[in-house]
């Protein structure tokens, strides 16, 4: 990736951008507050360091790590999926094409370690590929533990795109929480010499929208030539409850305009390299009573409660066609009458998100081994209510090989049918089909 040069010209040039974009943000802010008042009525963290380079300092860094597959493992280095002109005849008929096994797999986002069945993973050799070969998963998430530097790092998840790449499947989703701040898995990572972004709530008080820009872009940049094209960030909560042990700095703070057009600005910045942003966690957890990693969470809101604040932020991100909403672990008991999360409701995912505001985008789920979930659902039945509700992406579950299995019986017992797997499968492969392969 070239390296970005910053001369006087070009900071001149995006003070420019960033005044004419911040005033054309007030004015929309303005409507911002209105949209699901619409909506419902029509439907009854810093700046990088002088003189840094981000790829500067992953190429100079790091020994390369990784095995290579045995040599009839190797892949084919062409495939069918890398495709630039993309239509819903092309999606229709490769789904055609797949079977229940192969659609089923493509729902899930999990753990290398989880996928492979070892306890760590490092690097992408023969385990992943005959992993890949039985479970062709729609992506994989890293942690700290499969980290070790840049050069590692990225030899591993070009690696594991040109096994995929290899067994003539789709490209992967490869995803990281890398929000900024204290949840930086690669950044704050000791092998890792990277600039450091600001808290969400830091950016969020000096009220200056260029600066959420420049945390995506700086962010954006990294994941981008390590080979992440997914970041499961920003948090797009808005902070209402001060007593929210959840959000905190983590999000821009409590009005709803700011957050919205930070939250923008963010995914912008992400957007410049390639890099999907998740916005989440959807209804707004910034809200909530209680930690959903540790147990149910609660928001006492209505819709129209929500509508004031919480969702204001989802609603600009909606207008402006972002191809990733999260779905929190959020029980609304004032709206579903139990304590059913967010995530595992068709009241919320199909009813409100789908229909009421009128999302077209992937529905990820947030990890579906936190204890708002975990504790209360087995695995199987976890997953098949995810996909009921209207998700399309299931993220994490407690025991992939079960949640997979759930699905497939589901599927075969007719509590799921195999048009609904269909479409959440257009939906994820009309974003892949357009994913560039990363190459070292």
Do not use: C
Not at 33 to 48: H, T, V, W
Not at 120 to 134: C, N, P, S
């Amino acid at each position: 990736m070239t390296t970005r040069k910053h001369s006087r010209k070009k900071r001149n040039q995006k003070g420019i951008k960033w005044f004419y974009i911040t005033a054309a943000g007030l004015v929309s802010a303005v409507i911002l507050a209105a949209i699901l008042f619409k909506i419902r009525a029509d439907s009854a963290d810093s700046q990088r360091p002088a003189g840094t380079s981000v790829s500067q300092k992953i190429a100079g860094s790091g020994d390369r790590a990784g095995d290579s597959p045995n040599e009839e493992n190797r892949p084919d280095k062409g495939n069918q999926w890398n495709k630039t002109n993309i239509d819903n005849t092309n999606i229709r008929t490769i789904i055609s094409q797949m079977s229940l096994e192969q659609k089923a797999a493509q729902l899930f986002i999990i753990t290398p370690e989880a996928l492979t069945g070892f306890q760590t993973v490092t690097q992408a050799g023969d385990a992943t590929y005959k992993a890949l070969q039985e479970y062709p998963v729609a992506g994989l998430i890293y942690f700290p533990q499969n980290l070790q530097n840049p050069k590692q790092l990225k030899t591993m998840t070009a690696r594991t795109q040109e096994l995929a790449a290899g067994l003539n499947q789709l490209p992967l989703f490869l995803s990281i929480d890398e929000e900024g701040g204290k949840v930086a898995r690669i950044a704050n990572h000791e092998g890792f010499d990277l600039p450091k972004v600001d808290t969400m709530a830091e950016i969020g008080k000096s009220r200056d929208i260029s600066r959420a820009y420049e945390a995506g872009s700086v962010i954006g940049e990294y994941l981008e030539e390590l080979g992440i094209n997914l970041d499961l960030a920003p948090d797009a909560d808005v902070l209402t409850n001060p007593d929210n042990t959840v959000v905190l700095d983590r999000s821009f703070g409590s009005d709803p305009v700011l957050v919205t057009q930070m939250t923008k600005a963010y995914m912008k910045g992400l957007e410049e390299h390639h890099v999907y942003g998740t916005p989440k966690h959807f209804p707004g957890h910034g809200a909530t009573q209680g930690d959903s990693h540790k147990g149910f969470a609660y928001t006492y809101k209505t819709w129209d409660e929500l509508e004031q604040a919480e969702l204001v932020p989802f609603a600009g991100l909606i207008q402006d066609n972002t191809p990733f909403i999260m779905a929190g672990h959020i029980s609304l008991p004032r709206i579903t009458g139990d304590d059913t999360p967010s995530s595992l409701s068709p009241q919320v995912l199909t009813g409100y998100l789908r229909e009421t505001m009128g999302y077209k985008g992937i529905i990820i789920t947030d990890a579906l081994n936190m204890g708002a979930v975990q504790d209360n659902y087995p695995p199987d039945q976890t997953a098949v209510m995810a996909l009921q509700a209207g998700a399309d992406l299931l993220l994490m579950p407690a025991d992939f090989r079960e949640a997979y299995g759930g699905v497939l019986n589901a599927v075969k017992t007719g509590e799921l049918t195999e048009e609904r797997i269909d479409q959440s499968l257009t939906r994820i492969l009309g974003l892949k089909l357009t994913l560039p392969r990363h190459k070292r």
